[in-house]
């Protein structure tokens, strides 16, 4: 077995953003592009005209908020619309946007048998393959942890920076200090982890395949676990 092909089989076939992907490629690629000049578009009017108080800075935040929160309700509408498109017992509740995760893991195990059967490749050997895909993580773990480290590195540096800034515009009165501390903290770190962890996982995604490799493992054991018992 190569398992270059099978991880990428696994990340076209087995996940339900690969399905979305093959259903929509053109959204898959587009929307992200589409959210992220929303975001940029702000921001160069923001230095253009030279705003720099205090509203500007929330009105920013805001339209950041829900730019990503937008971008995150329409790749969950994609993803649905997928599932349902295959087969409606894949959804549950269509004002939600809410999936059947039972019934799509049963399809995904489906699959997988239908792989190992054409490649002729006995259902017996996945403990074996288990053992390799771990071997590979391992291999594929350190980069990740650096990668992982950076990006934790930006993350924090970018919030520092915000409520330095956030402060300078505050003042210096300890009142104001404190109430827009417990009204705006939660709100910047939820779009700047939010921001960071999207450009993660589509780094991760594009350039490793550490996070693809455990889940295919984690696919792997699911099955073995749930698999019939006359084999």
């Known amino acids: 077995m190569n398992l270059s092909d099978f991880i990428t089989f696994y990340k076209e076939n087995l996940t339900t953003r690969g399905l979305m992907k093959k259903k929509y490629k053109v959204h898959y690629y587009v929307i992200p592009i589409i959210y992220l000049l929303i975001a940029i578009i702000p921001i160069g009017v923001k230095y253009m005209f030279g705003l720099d108080n205090f509203y500007s800075y929330i009105i920013f935040a805001i339209i950041i908020l829900f730019d990503v929160l937008l971008f995150i309700f329409s790749t969950r509408k994609l993803i649905f619309n997928t ?135 984690d696919l792997l054991e699911e099955y073995e676990i749930n698999k019939p018992t006359k084999e």
Do not use: H, W
Request: aromatic share 14%.
């Open 83 to 217: 599932m349902k498109k295959m087969d409606e017992k894949f959804v549950v509740e269509k004002k939600c946007y809410s999936l059947n995760r039972q019934e799509i893991k049963k399809y995904f195990f489906s699959e997988l048998e239908k792989y190992f059967s054409n490649k002729k490749i006995p259902l017996s050997k996945i403990k074996d393959i288990i053992v390799i895909l771990n071997k590979k993580s391992e291999k594929e773990k350190a980069p990740f942890i650096i990668s992982s480290s950076i990006f934790s590195a930006i993350a924090l540096v970018i919030f520092s920076s915000a409520c330095n800034r956030f402060y300078e515009l505050v003042g210096n009165n300890p009142l104001d200090i404190i109430a827009y501390t417990i009204l705006f903290t939660p709100f910047i770190c939820y779009i700047v982890t939010d921001l960071i962890c999207s450009i993660r996982g589509i780094y991760f995604n594009l350039f490793t395949n550490y996070l693809s490799i455990n889940g295919l493992i």
